[in-house]
């Protein structure tokens, strides 16, 4: 099972990018399908993208799709979530996650502490 750290949330303007990253330990990570995933204070956790173990096909939210990209290195054990135009309802803490596979909305390890996104109107 893969280690997973995220970093790169902030605070941030309405209309602004964040670029968040996920790190994994572990020389299994380039066998998983990887996910995004956030929660909002007082709700369960959504799912928001999710990137094959190759990187070559990827899922979207529909509330994100075409302002959100995902992305991996496998070089560098590390999945990529870039954020465009952001609004404030993007306000959230921001996990990743393995999944069964990119097209599932499920994840399939355990929670890391996540790194929170806050998006001021």
């Known amino acids: 099972q893969v280690q997973l750290v995220e970093s790169g949330g902030g605070l941030v303007q309405a209309g602004g990018s964040l670029r968040l990253s996920c790190a994994a330990s572990?020389?299994?990570?380039?066998?998983?399908?990887m996910g995004w995933f956030r929660q909002a204070p007082g709700k369960e956790h959504e799912f928001v993208a999710a990137?094959?173990?190759?990187?070559?096909?990827?899922r979207y939210a529909d509330s994100v799709k075409g302002r959100f990209t995902i992305s991996r290195d496998n070089d560098k054990n590390t999945v990529y979530l870039q954020m465009n135009s952001l609004k404030p309802e993007d306000t959230a803490v921001y996990f990743c996650?393995?999944?069964?596979?990119?097209?599932?909305?499920?994840?399939?390890?355990?929670w890391g502490q996540g790194t929170q996104v806050t998006v001021s109107s």
């Open positions: 990137i094959s173990a190759s990187g070559g096909s990827t």
């Open positions: 996650n393995t999944v069964n596979s990119y097209k599932s909305v499920s994840p399939s390890g355990s």
């Open positions: 572990g020389r299994t990570f380039s066998m998983y399908s």
